[in-house]
């Protein structure tokens, strides 16, 4: 039960900010599915493996490549998808836990979810661009003759 309410937040989170980013009415629905897809990815990595890099770095690499691919079919741009689709991944209450230990000066703890966050978010802007070396990986290959029947 619980995981379906995590499906169903996600996805209408994720087409809030669909919404909120002006994307056009015709893909805020796909929008939602790709935000809630990384998301239960996300929720199921981090659950079962305790690491929430990894899992963050699986789901955005997720986003990435269906991004991508609904870009390609619906002939409409990628950031469309993939801004939308990672919204639920940013790690925004870790940033604002951040900023209020150190206002509360408890710097140690300011500085460690500091570097969680730092990872976390390197690991959105690892997983975006691996998608998209992928996508050219992909694209190169069905274009070479070799691969060609």
């Known amino acids: 039960m619980e995981i379906i309410g995590q499906l169903i937040t996600s ?13 056009p009415k015709e893909t805020l629905v796909k929008c939602g599915l790709v ?3 990384g998301w239960i990815i996300y929720y199921i990595a981090e659950k079962y493996t305790g690491d929430s890099v990894l899992a963050t770095l699986g789901a955005t690499l997720f986003v990435g490549i269906v991004s991508q691919e609904l870009a390609k079919f619906y002939k409409t741009p990628v950031i469309i998808f993939s801004v939308a689709g990672i919204i639920p991944l940013v790690p925004g209450g870790l940033a604002y836990d951040t900023m209020r230990n150190f206002v509360e000066d408890d710097y ?40 060609k029947v």
């Not at 969680?116 to 998608?131: D, H």
């Not at 050219?136 to 070799?146: A, L, N, P, W």
């Open 11 to 23: 996805f209408i989170a994720t087409a809030a900010f669909g919404v909120i980013f002006n994307a």
């Open 35 to 37: 935000g809630m897809g």
């Open 108 to 147: 140690y703890r300011a500085l460690a979810l500091g570097a969680k966050v730092t990872m976390l978010s390197g690991s959105i802007a690892f997983g975006l661009v691996f998608s998209e070396v992928i996508n050219q990986v992909v694209r190169k290959i069905r274009g070479s003759k070799v691969w």
